[in-house]
């Protein structure tokens, strides 16, 4: 089970922590991640990590604004966002999946948190 926390409302420039807590899984070999779909658009990879350690990916659309980091002993995932943009709007999702395994066709998701940038 995932369970996302964090959205809100902020002006353009502003910053937010989303938090994903998850529970149930085998938090140590994974790849986990925060996706986000915005009105009439595709759900899209913003950034997602192999919980075991090694290279991270973003979107390019985000990166040196987004940080995605974890705390493996709480088995939190975290997406801090700074400097957001009126594009970044959307619902987002936190994602667990089999490493190597389709995200958008084999992962768990939690039930998404809404980020709204004005």
């Known amino acids: 089970q995932l369970v996302e926390s964090g959205g809100g409302s902020v002006q353009a420039g502003g910053s937010l922590r989303l938090s994903c807590a998850a529970s149930?899984?085998?938090?140590?070999?994974?790849?986990m991640g925060w996706f986000r779909q915005a009105p009439g658009k595709e759900r899209e990879g913003v950034a997602a990590l192999y919980t075991g350690g090694g290279p991270i990916y973003y979107i390019d659309s985000v990166k040196g604004r987004f940080t995605i980091s974890q705390d493996k002993a709480e088995n939190m995932l975290y997406l801090q966002m700074n400097n957001l943009k009126p594009e970044d709007t959307a619902v987002y999702y936190c994602g667990s999946w089999r490493c190597g395994m389709n995200p958008y066709s084999d992962a768990d998701w939690g039930q998404g948190t809404q980020v709204t940038v004005s």
């Open positions: 149930g899984v085998t938090y140590n070999s994974i790849c």
